[in-house]
Nanobody, 125 residues
């Protein structure tokens, strides 16, 4: 089992920045590709960004490309999402997810094995 705990969410004005963190515990030796997804009220959960185990490969949804940066620190078992130039449409609960022993970057919810409970991000206009 792998446990994931997100933090760093909050209320910010449009144009502002936030940095989300996701700390993994448990069987972290198997945590390979990791990702961020988000879910706005009344909408389906959607892919935001993913990163492979080494950090050398990343992928972003078009809606956040150029504004968000994903990174990880394997020594600290922590995944990050730096969010700049935030827009009201970025308002959502942000969840981190991990693929166990698989390093392919997927945008599909079904491909991720463990999920965190999420952290709320609210962007005011």
């Amino acid at each position: 089992q792998v446990q994931l705990v997100e933090s760093g969410g909050g209320l910010v004005q449009a144009g502002g920045s936030l940095r989300l963190s996701c700390v993994a515990s448990g069987r972290t030796f198997g945590t390979y590709a990791m990702a961020w997804f988000r879910q706005a009220p009344g909408k389906e959960r959607e892919f935001v960004s993913a990163i492979n185990r080494s950090g050398g490969s990343t992928y972003y949804a078009d809606s956040v490309k150029g504004r968000f940066t994903i990174s990880r620190d394997n020594a600290k078992n922590t995944l990050y999402l730096q969010m700049n130039s935030l827009k009201p449409e970025d308002t959502a609960v942000y969840h981190c997810a991990v693929r166990f022993y698989r390093d392919y970057l997927s945008v599909e919810i079904r491909d991720y094995d463990y999920w965190g409970q999420g952290t709320q991000v609210t962007v005011s206009s």
